[in-house]
C-alpha cells in the first residue's frame, strides 16, 4: 500500500501506510521474510491488496456522495488505512460515520502502531471508532450498530475484504442474513474460489494461510454465492479483481518479456490467466479472485 503512489499508472497514495512504513523500517522490520510468508494469491498477483482497497475505497466514496450521513461498517479492517485514504485525514465526509471490527489482538496492534503515527496529526478522526468484536458475534455487533441507528438513523455500508474467508460458512450464512434485514444495506465482500486450495502459493510454497481458510465459494463468475437470500437482493454485481491486476501489470511492465514472465508465473496460482491476451473477459477464464457488491431491499 505503502508504494502504490511510486507505481505508473498509480491507483491512490495511502499516507499511513506510507508512515507505517517508514517507522517499520527505522524499527529494521525484516520486509524480505514478510513478503515471502505472504507470498501466496498475492505473491503471484502484486497488485491484489491495492486494487481490492482501491476498488473498495471508491464503492464508499459513491456511497457516501448519495448518503452523506453513512455508516461504514468493516469487518476485519485490520491495519488498514481505508478511514484515512476516504476521508482524506478526516476532512471529508464528517457526517458519515465508520465502525471497525477486528479481533482483539489485531485491535491493540492497530492502536499501538496508529497512536504513533497520528501523534502529529492536527485532524479530526472523532467519526471513526474501532472495536474488538468478532464478525461471528452476530448479536454483539448488531447490538453496537443498534445503539447508534437509535439516536440517528443511518444508511449502512458493509465492507468484508478478505475476512469471511477465515469465518466457518455456516456463521457466514448468519452474517449475511442479518446484513440482509438492515433496509438499503450495501455490502461489499471478497470471495475465493475453492480451487485455491489446489494452487494457492504456486509450485514451490505451502502457503500457510491456506489452513485458516473456512468459508471458499463453489460459484463461478457472475453466478450469486448468496443464493439463499436472492428474494432480499436489489442489485448485485461482480469486479473481477484479477482483471485489474492484469491491466496493471501489462501497463507497469517494462517489456512484452516482463509481462509473460509474470503471466507464467502467476499461471501457477490462477491456472486460467493463459487464456488472456490483450483483451481481458473475466467470464472466459474465471480467475476466481472476486469482489461482490450486493444492495439488500
Ligand atoms: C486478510 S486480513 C485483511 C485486513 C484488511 N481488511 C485489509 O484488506 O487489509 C483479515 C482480517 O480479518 C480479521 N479477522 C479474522 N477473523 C476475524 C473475526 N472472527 N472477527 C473479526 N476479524 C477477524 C483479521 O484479524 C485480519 O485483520
Redesign the pocket.
Known sequence: MAEEKKQKFSLFEDKIAIKIKSSLESANFDFKTYRNNSMGLSGKAPWL?TV??WYCDNLIRTFLAQNPNGLIV???????ARYFRVTEMGQKFDNSRWLM???DG?VDLRKSVYDEVLKNESGNFGNLEVKK????DVPKWSKIIDEILKTEKRPILF?D???L???EPDSVNTIFSKVSTYPGAWILFNTLHKSFLETAGGNNDEHAAKSNWKWLVDEKYGENPLKYLDDKIKFRNEFCVLEKCYELRKLRSESVGEFEEWKSAASEVYPEIVKHGQYFDPSVADLGYNLHWVIFE
Open positions: 491488496v481490492r482497497a468493516e469487518f476485519g479492517g485490520g491495519m488498514d471490527l477486528d479481533l489485531i468484536c468478532s464478525v461471528a465492507t475484504m478478505a475476512c474467508t477465515y469465518i
